[in-house]
């Protein structure tokens, strides 16, 4: 079915928009469609995937875009819909438009310079080249280039994989395990969720399997005291309660306040009452400062470039510039020395990325076992034998998209060593009395 001719005005008009770079594109494309409201459900699709599209080959359409008579605004959307809705779907296109599409169709993208088929920005490309090699940086970018699958958590509280993939069926709409996390499904398609009534009970959420075995290697336990230290819109947040079997008191810290605000109506539908959100205003805030030394487990999914995340956010790519990746180090070694001071003696700390740069990942984690000799490595592979997760790991989570099919995320898990008492002392005269 052909699209109207519209859209190609719509998608170009938030296309000139997004690649301004001053704000996420989703946040971009929501404000947009709120202002559009004639757009029925398949028009925003539309656009929305056109201009992902985009995002995701902006190097390669760009170098053809430049080169050509229509404006290469225009030249960009036309490639963007054709990519994402095929070349069939577009109506409105001139005759020379139509030949340059066919033209493009018939490039061998694989005989492209390396960095223009990665599409990744130059500074990117290199850090990757030097962190996984050539060859494997350009199977990670095609990873990265594909739209991300559907994944779900289902939620132990109220149901059981099993019968959320039999209800989810009579949808219908299909699903299958997930390989390593223990409450994941793969939607096989992208139907909407929303409306399932499996979803509006509680029974199951979206989160990519990736960051369910974030939560599963934190090891959350029945009647612990838990933190979740950079909870935002609490995803992990849920997991962890409910891996806790909504018992102990589990504290769901962030410095936004519209974050947690997010939290409150996805917790009221997941039936959880040992969620606490609090907002703070650092790391050093009093609130944290109250726990210290009493926390069992801290899970720190500290903000970072999220790089590992381009499947469903290409635009960041092309947001980060590559001094920002030294800032957010700062920020996220400065996050976790907050962190640490809650953890009782025993108790774990979870350091969490989306990022696949180690500069944000191995680096933050060398430094931290430098500076806190108070705490050792627990093996990743370790942790994961505990959850019975089937990974095959060193010291360190690292997940790949290409590999897993996983955003891209890296873990470490730290424990304080446990306070030996000091023996009570002894008096001279007391000794003397004994002897």
């Not at 902006?58 to 605004?73: I, L, N, V, W, Y």
């Not at 030097?130 to 149901?159: C, F, H």
């Not at 306040?257 to 040992?274: D, F, Q, T, V």
């Not at 944290?288 to 381009?310: F, H, N, Q, W, Y």
């Amino acid at each position: 079915m052909r699209l109207p001719p519209a859209i190609l005005g719509n998608t170009e008009e938030v296309l000139r928009e997004i690649l301004r770079f001053t704000a996420p594109a989703d946040t971009t494309l929501s404000r947009y469609f709120k202002d559009h409201p004639r757009l029925g459900s398949r028009e925003r699709g539309a656009v929305a995937e056109g201009i992902y599209a985009v995002l995701r080959n902006k190097s390669f359409f760009t170098d053809f875009a430049e080169a050509g008579s229509s404006p290469t605004m225009r030249r960009l959307t036309i490639m963007g819909l054709a990519e994402a809705m095929g070349v069939d779907s577009l109506g409105g296109l001139t005759d020379d438009e139509t030949a340059f599409l066919n033209r493009i169709n018939e490039i061998d993208r694989k005989l492209m310079p390396v960095q223009m088929r990665s599409n990744l920005p130059k500074w990117l490309f290199d850090k990757f080249v030097a962190q996984y090699g050539q060859e494997e940086t350009l199977k990670m970018a095609e990873a990265l280039n594909q739209p991300a699958p559907l994944d779900l958590r289902v939620n132990s509280i109220k149901t059981t994989r099993e019968d959320a993939m039999t209800r989810l069926l009579e949808a219908p709409v299909a699903a299958i395990p997930t390989p390593f996390a223990p409450l994941g499904l793969r939607v096989l398609k992208k139907p909407a969720l929303q409306n399932l009534p499996i979803f509006k009970e509680g029974g199951i959420e979206v989160q990519d399997e990736g960051s369910q075995i974030l939560s599963q290697i934190v090891g959350a336990k029945r009647g612990e005291m838990v933190v979740d230290f950079c909870a935002g819109a609490g995803g992990k947040t849920l997991a962890l309660g409910a891996l806790m079997r909504n018992t102990g008191r589990l504290y769901a810290f962030d410095v936004s306040e519209k974050r947690l605000a997010k939290l409150k109506p996805r917790m009221a539908r997941s039936g959880l009452s040992n969620v606490h959100p609090v907002q703070i205003a650092h790391e050093r805030d009093a609130k944290v400062k109250r726990l210290a030394g009493k926390i069992d487990r801290v899970l720190v999914d500290a903000p970072c470039s999220g790089m590992g995340t381009l499947r469903r956010n290409p635009d960041v790519k092309w947001r980060q510039k590559e001094d920002s990746i030294l800032e957010m180090q700062e920020k996220q070694i400065g996050i976790l020395d907050g962190a640490a001071r809650l953890l009782k003696g025993g108790g774990r700390l979870v350091y969490a990325t989306c990022s696949l740069l180690e500069e944000e990942n191995q680096r933050v984690a060398e430094n931290f076992l430098a500076t806190h000799p108070e705490f050792d490595l627990v093996p990743m592979s370790t942790v994961l034998a505990e959850q019975k997760i089937p990974l095959e790991m060193g010291d360190y989570l690292v997940l790949l998209p290409h590999i897993h099919q996983t955003d891209g995320f890296f873990a470490a898990v730290f424990e304080r060593k446990a306070i030996v008492p000091k023996p009570p002392r002894v008096k001279d005269d007391e000794v003397a009395e004994e002897e």
